[in-house]
């Protein structure tokens, strides 16, 4: 990080502070504070919608599991388009009927007001450890790239955002999301474009997803069958991804307060619907854009050498052992030899494709599978090895992306791609807080503490 990504950093954090600022302006009661006087349209639902779903450890995590699996974990979300019809039809009326504030009035009404009390107790609980993780996590990630203290980064992670949350409420959640997210997509649309501009000369986009493709990388939909029938073990196939996806976003999307909030802003039903609807569409290819992020990734890697983990403490840690360090600079060289026939391969196999010479491709493809699995054992031996100098966790998944940013990137947008992990954070974290403190007020506060409280004075 030099001054120009500093620059860059604070200036997007600390404009996005002033915007939610500027946007706080509303009425403080009820509606106004939490549900923005019921008056957004349907493209700032889906984009509120859409901000508080994708956290950073989605920015952060994705184009390393497309890297380390391919793309097969967009299946994950086949089921959403259905949940959001069913959605539509069922929780959507019913919520704007009864003008509740939070999804667990319903319970009171349909039930009794113990049942209230115990789902709103059980979302703060579950609601707020998760909120925890989605600071801490990529803060984590942070700090054992760039040597950041944590506890700073958890503070600007978790706590400046709580300036214009506060404040505004709803509405300023909202308009933030959408400002963040046109950030987001943007830094990430120069991002893979970077990642093949970065490609050796030749290598096009068309040659680097034919890399990844003819390496396992763009297996996009899969059906769970291998040679021995179904495999129940495997997590990510077009039916876990329509069948759990489906049950997993319903419960998501139709119960917790912090989706359930987002749409009860909208003016109205049809709004509401539309706003859910748009994100059951929009969803699969964002997704698949992120992912096809870490696909072009792992093509890039085919061309340049890749560290031995991308964590890079984990290396420092390991090179600094004692007794492992032999083992580990024994490793090192081992890599990189197998590391130089990979680019060797690599090259001649995007000249085979240009060339049009089949027979050639398929045989330096075969190739590169070798040797890519002879790299990938020789990151287990690190791990291991890793795992008994620090015992800290060794998946370096979640450090694909950012390794590559602070890297290869030039600056000024390698500053605006770690502004976007704060913004992505601060998305979903904004639309926790804004949902934590409804259920406070609405299901303990104003029913227990505060009866006499005028709160829509």
């Not at 939610?20 to 639902?45: A, E």
């Not at 790239?145 to 404040?167: A, E, S």
């Not at 370096?396 to 992306?401: A, H, I, L, R, S």
Request: glycine share 8%; aromatic share 14%; net charge positive.
């Amino acid at each position: 990080m030099n001054g120009t990504d500093w620059l860059v950093l604070s200036i997007t954090l600390i404009g996005i502070v002033l915007y939610g600022l500027y946007r706080s302006r509303t009425t403080k009661n009820l509606d106004g504070y939490f549900l923005s006087n019921r008056s957004m349209p349907w493209y700032l639902v889906l984009l509120s919608i859409m901000g508080t779903q994708a956290s950073a450890v989605t920015f952060l995590s994705a184009p390393g599991q497309a890297y380390s699996d391919g793309m097969r974990f967009v299946q994950y979300y086949f089921g959403l388009p259905l949940a959001m019809v069913v959605i539509c039809i069922t929780f959507v009326p019913i919520f704007n009927r009864l003008k509740v504030y939070t999804a667990y009035e319903f319970l009171e009404n349909r039930f009794d007001a113990k049942t209230r009390t115990l789902t709103s107790f059980l979302f703060l609980l579950q609601r707020g450890l998760s909120t925890g993780i989605s600071i801490y996590a990529p803060s984590l990630i942070l700090s054992a790239l760039f040597g950041w203290d944590i506890f700073w980064l958890n503070i600007i992670m978790g706590g400046v955002l709580i300036i214009y949350t506060v404040t505004g409420g709803a509405k300023a959640v909202a308009y933030t999301q959408q400002l963040q997210l046109i950030i987001i997509f943007g830094a990430m649309f120069l991002a893979g474009y970077f990642v093949v501009k970065l490609m050796p000369p030749g290598v096009g986009f068309a040659d680097a997803l034919h890399v990844g493709g003819k390496l396992g990388k763009l297996n996009v939909i899969t059906s769970g069958v291998n040679e021995s029938g179904f495999n129940w073990n495997d997590r990510y196939n077009m039916w876990s991804g329509i069948i759990g996806g489906f049950f997993l976003a319903l419960s998501y999307f139709g119960t917790d307060q912090s989706q359930v909030g987002r749409y009860l802003t909208a003016q109205n039903n049809r709004e509401s619907r539309l706003g859910l609807l748009m994100n059951g569409i929009v969803k699969i290819p964002m997704q698949f854009f992120i992912l096809l992020i870490g696909v072009l990734v792992f093509s890039f890697y085919q061309f340049q050498a890749a560290p031995l983990s991308f964590n890079s403490s984990l290396v420092s840690d390991a090179q600094a052992s004692t007794l492992y360090k032999d083992s580990v600079s024994l490793l090192q060289t081992r890599y990189d030899s197998i590391n130089a026939l990979k680019q060797q391969k690599a090259i001649l196999f995007t000249d085979a494709i240009n060339k049009q010479q089949p027979a050639v491709e398929q045989q330096l493809s075969s190739e590169l599978k070798s040797l890519n699995a002879a790299s990938e054992g020789l990151r287990s031996e690190f791990k291991s090895i890793s795992q008994k100098v620090s015992g800290k966790d060794v998946n370096d998944t979640n450090y694909v992306f950012l390794s590559f940013v602070k890297t290869y990137l030039p600056s000024g947008l390698r500053g605006l791609l770690i502004a976007i992990i704060f913004l992505a954070a601060w998305g979903s974290i904004a639309a926790a807080l804004n949902s934590l403190a409804a259920s406070s007020v609405v299901d303990f506060h104003q029913r227990i503490v505060g009866k006499e409280r005028p709160y829509d004075e």
